[in-house]
């Protein structure tokens, strides 16, 4: 393979042809193949069946006495509280297990936060345009909360060791209009990328010129690693304390692509204020989450190793389609250079870079074949891409052979994008 | 018996003596009774234990073949729907099924049209100071959603075929501040009242001054008939249809008096345009709701006649124990002249009226000889009951030898509290 841009005229014509042909051939065989969001797969669901059955007539009750089939309880069940602190490296304290969504428990915490502030400062909602900072290419569905509360995003680049410190401390000690920042600070969506030891301490250090202001720490792939080295991440929490600044971050998790992707536990963890605030803001909403999940998710995992035993399956499963991936672009893309990719140790995604202009095309392409792609733009603030190249690849729904399929007509999508871009005409499709 | 305030001053000061005596022997025994909320007892729990083993891993499909073990679906899967419709007599188009609690959709919708406004206006929370009318006495936890969103209540008087319906039509056509009702409409709570038709009819004919008014229908009673001969109330949705006003009406219900407390389906039923807002503002908090809960719903229901036969078996554990507090309170202050209480034909409560300034007196005193009841002036907005008599009693919890020694005990407080006030002397406890 030489570059394209190395080729002569008729050379990229001849090529372009070929394709053309090829992906006629894809168009036609009308398929349907899914890749749009990081969705678990069915082989990976049915690692946790045994959820569906365990508990019994005879067992609905916690450790101490409390029956999960009735009310009572704002904050979770102290069982699944454990491990979770376990997990997350924090104590039970500093813990709420609430529904089956995160994402909500986020949304809930912003929307608290605009109409009644944090303990920290007047309702975020009465101090003019507030502003979050959005580290990109990122997750979609935090800037639709960001959206969702007419919120200022600030899009901040992101590095191999994490987003832009030098950027991030400079704007939050000078702008009391900032807020907040949304991370994924290990296998971060759809980059891949770990936060490192050094960017973590600096979040923990900020000296925010906003008291209120509030990190969004997404953990979402805590314990996702693909490999059986480990990635750890330091923890945010006690740095925080630690810094002085113990109220200035959320952390976020849950079971969603651990056992069942939204019938799962979800989890908030912070200071033991932050944790006293929410839970009064919690209980104006409702009289408390569904325990008897959470008693399920405690019989069928038992414990934190528990569930980093099950947590090895999922790889097994994954390690091959990230592989496949990272093996299909290299062979087909490898030395064109008309793009760059990521090489994730764990997580849901593989982000995607092509030709500047080309991501676009790239993605309505893929839909004429039958491969339905995250929309390009996606995972920028209001899915505009100043740059229109990032694609989020989530390679971890499909069979194997079907992403097999998907990603040949992914990269020839790719190519016949790249050489309309570089000849200036395009294929009609 | 002679009521009280026809007895001599002698005769009262014997009673009175007799009573301490008793009641320190009750605060003696130092039981722990608990009458604080409607919560269904460990044998209305049991009849669903079906639910904790109604799936299996070769079941958790809809018929559509959506896997619920896997994200989406924002609104509930159609099985579900269909169950609520049938028995809230609307099409399942009219229906979103939505986690765990009416109330968290009460909050929610609440919590939307205050910083989005509802799809006839403005947010409500850019339009000044809204308020709420609060028929009273009502339910505690709908003034604590007026309260979090510091929305100014109003408290309307209710009678036995519903809220003042001259009252309300008059404020609500004068003051377009006024944004939203609450309403409980079968076996209302506390006082387990049934708004009539003529009622029903009224509400689904106002004329508001705000366009963005807004009905909150919590119908969370509406097949919790204690009686084979079962109560019927009007169909408010497509009457406010009819009346030219079909977007002014949320109604909810849940199944958390039916299944499992806190572990049960939740619905909003409104107008299709309703729906649609809706389910945008739940769609930016969240992927959506847990789908294995509702399939368990659908297995273990089977249809809506399945739901209606498990309610039977509801109202034959819950008959008696509503028979032993209206017989108790017939036989020990029937004639006494210092109570009114209703005699609901189904729901959770019953509303006691003890002399002007008892309630909080006969609480404390209960609380002394270990019954513990809802807070005195719960009932009211604000906490604040202006004469200081109503009390709600929830008789479901408790076993019914439980059920009659705390109301022994209750009975025993009220005669003491209203001796004190005809007397002007307290009982040092």
Redesign the interface.
Known sequence: MIPYAKMTADELSAIKNDLKQTFSIYAEKGKKLIMT?G??S?DQ??L???L??C???E??KTANGN??????GIDGIPEMKIIFADLLDVTPEEVIVF???S??LM??IV?AN???GTIDGKPW?TQGKIKFLCPSPGYD?HF??C???DIEMITVPIYPTGPDMDKIENMISNDPMIKGIWCVPKFSNPTGIVYSDETIKRFANLKPAASDFRIFWDNAYFIHDLNKTKTNISDIIHLCETSGNPNMVYVFSSF?KIS????SVACVAASVSNCNYIRQHLS??????????QLRHVRFFENADGVLALMEKHAEILRPKFKLVSDTFRDELGELEIAQWTTPQGGYFISFDSLNGCAKRIVELCAKAGVALTPAGATFPNGKDPLDCNIRIAPTYPPLTELKEALEIFCTAVKLASLEKLSGETFPV
Chains 1, 2 share one sequence.
């Open positions: 969001r969705i678990p069915e669901l049915a946790c069946d045994g569906l059955t508990l019994s007539n067992d609905y029956d999960c089939r009735n009310y009572g529904g089956n969504s994402l909500a949304f809930d929307s605009m109409s009644h909602g569905r639709t909360i959206n969702y509360f969603s069942f992707a939204g019938a104006a909403r409702t009289i408390g989450p569904d325990k008897l999940n």
